[in-house]
């Protein structure tokens, strides 16, 4: 009976010396060594480099795909060919737009948050986000300039302010009928009295205010010189 090769030793070569077919397992491990390199390469191109006005920004396909009609999107997103954007010798793309503005841009992208800094202007991240045609941040930009255009229009708030003479019997009355936005500030006892009858009336300086509209014609009414006078008058007393 004919004994096969030795166990553990390698099968002798065949005709004409040349090698015998790997065995199986070698086969296998052979398989996997070369299959070992395809993550790297799968986690390399999910990355993209971006060269905008000479800084660098790295960001994944992912993000830069958010708005699919944006600039960015189509730059190195979408199948078929690409925009015509050049690369520079580390394969970043070229962008010719100031990178000061960018952070805004691909922060917007990441989290969707407009988040700008105060050294920042707004018009300029309106600029840049209707060159890379991304619609939803260009609308809240819109948005976020036109409330401030609004605050700055309407300015501090104002106040009319009047001063009413009473007696002590009629305050309560005087300060429940109020209306008209009209509200109590100060009740200034000008130290005087009179007698009516027989009972003597405390006189009193109330200082009522209501806040002015800046379309009211424009006009702000201030306290009057006497008023002044009266209120620290009152205020010392």
């Given at each position: ?44 191109s999910k990355w993209v480099r971006l060269n905008v006005g000479g800084t660098y920004f790295v960001s994944t396909r992912q ?106 019997e009629e305050l309560t009355q005087m300060v429940s009928t109020m209306s008209d936005g009209w509200k109590f500030e100060q ?34 009414k201030e306290p009057s010189e006497k008023a002044k006078i009266l209120q620290e008058r009152g205020s010392r007393m």
């Open positions: 009976m004919a004994e096969g090769p030795p166990r553990g030793r390698t099968p002798s070569p065949g005709p004409g010396g040349a090698p015998g077919p790997p065995s199986p397992r070698a086969a296998g491990a052979a398989a996997g060594s070369a299959g070992a390199l395809s993550p790297p390469a799968a986690a390399a993000t830069l795909c958010r708005e699919p009609k944006s600039f960015l999107c189509r730059l190195c997103c979408q199948d078929g060919p690409e925009l015509g954007s050049d690369k520079d010798e580390t394969g970043a793309y070229l962008i010719d737009r100031d990178p000061t503005y960018f952070g805004p841009i691909l922060n917007y992208l990441r989290h969707g948050k407009l988040i700008i800094n105060k050294e920042l202007a707004e018009e300029g991240v309106l600029e840049e986000a209707e060159f890379y045609n991304i619609a939803s941040l260009v609308r809240l930009v819109k948005e976020r300039i036109r409330d401030n255009e609004n605050r700055t229009s309407q300015g501090p708030v104002k106040h009319v302010y009047r001063v009413l003479q009473c007696q002590e009740l200034i006892s000008i130290g005087s009295s009179y007698n009516y009858g027989n009972e003597d009336q405390a006189e009193f300086l109330c200082v009522v205010s209501r806040e002015l509209n800046n379309s009211t014609n424009g006009i702000v």
